[in-house]
């Protein structure tokens, strides 16, 4: 069986690649590799070439994201710049993975066409296909048109809403695949009228959320009140803020991590947080929470990855 090293690449393959630098929670072990393919067809015949037995990991920007202390077994495969490009086509827009979600939102305003709801959310467009991103009461699930994919086989597919089930906060990409670009349908709208309402998305989350601190966004999904797509999601008053802040877990700490004294489903790296710090942070705030409301939160946040070897499983108090 061909070696991880021994495979052909044109972009860049790096062994024990430290993790910790690119996520937004500055956590987290090495990969015990790293892959940034050129292009498609370098991910393409990576994939194929990859033994069928090593794991793969696909790796937005970070922001979403918890990596373990012991770091992630396999191949993590990060799309550099040349995935980011954006075209407009009528009222679709196609946007690279690795693309940003801000970005993706300005130009399509630019061009009068309406994706605000992405302005304000962590991350780029793989990630917010794979996770039904979506804000201000839109979704991924509600633009979708199609999403072009890298499986783990080395299969070039396109997959449609049908293939992809969204449903709050989810979707059913094939594991282990990797989005390469996403068309998106939007609502035509004046630019200006458009840029104005992101300006004031901008001032309402600075205003609101720990913008200035190291975050992952949002750590629990709101507990309820959701259609299959998550369309309502913000027509409902149960929001994981709310319910961890009655038991009051605003401010709370463990180490270096904290919930946010501003926003309560903010976990933060005061500054020497460890993965493990936070992720127990966040199961001893799911666990005091349960006890309080009878109210079991789940996680947004992916925790990815080994903990480190000498970790302890089990969850120290809040």
Not at 193 to 218: F, I, N, V, W, Y
Not at 260 to 289: I, M, Q, Y
Request: charged share 25%; aromatic share 6%.
């Amino acid at each position: 069986m061909a070696q991880i090293d021994d495979i052909d690449v044109q972009g860049r393959l790096i062994a024990g690649y430290d993790l910790s630098g690119v996520t937004w929670l500055r956590v987290g072990g090495p990969a015990e590799w790293l892959f940034m393919p050129q292009d498609v067809e370098d991910l393409r015949q990576f994939l194929a070439a990859l033994p069928g037995d090593v794991p793969v990991f696909p790796m937005g920007v970070g922001s979403n994201l918890i990596v373990r202390d012991g770091g992630i077994r396999g191949v993590v495969i990060r799309l550099p710049r040349a995935f980011a490009s954006i075209e407009i086509d009528g009222d679709c827009v196609t946007a690279g993975a690795s693309a940003l979600d801000a970005t993706v939102a300005k130009q399509a305003a630019r061009a009068g066409l309406d994706l605000t709801f992405l302005r304000t959310i962590p991350g780029a467009i793989g990630g917010a296909v794979a996770m039904n991103a979506g804000c201000y009461g839109s979704y991924i699930a509600d633009h979708f048109v199609r999403a072009d994919v890298v499986l783990r086989s080395g299969e070039r597919v396109q997959l449609g809403p049908d293939d992809l089930n969204f449903r709050y906060r989810q979707s059913s990409l094939p594991a282990e695949a990797v989005v390469v670009s996403a068309t998106l349908r939007a609502r035509r709208a004046d630019p200006a009228d458009l840029g104005a309402r992101m300006e004031a998305q901008l001032a309402k989350r600075d205003e609101s959320q720990p913008t200035k601190d190291l975050t992952a966004g949002s750590t629990f999904r709101n507990p309820a009140g959701f259609s299959s797509t998550g369309a309502a999601d913000d027509r409902h008053d149960l929001k994981a803020w709310k319910v961890i802040d009655a038991a009051g877990l605003r401010g709370a700490m463990l180490g270096g991590a904290q919930m946010s004294p501003k926003h309560p489903n903010f976990l933060v790296n005061t500054g020497d947080a460890t993965g493990l710090d936070l992720e127990r942070l966040g199961e001893g705030v799911r666990e005091r929470v349960f006890a309080h409301s009878g109210i079991r939160l789940e996680w947004e946040i992916k925790r990815v990855g080994e903990p480190a070897p000498e970790a302890e499983n089990e969850n120290a108090p809040v």
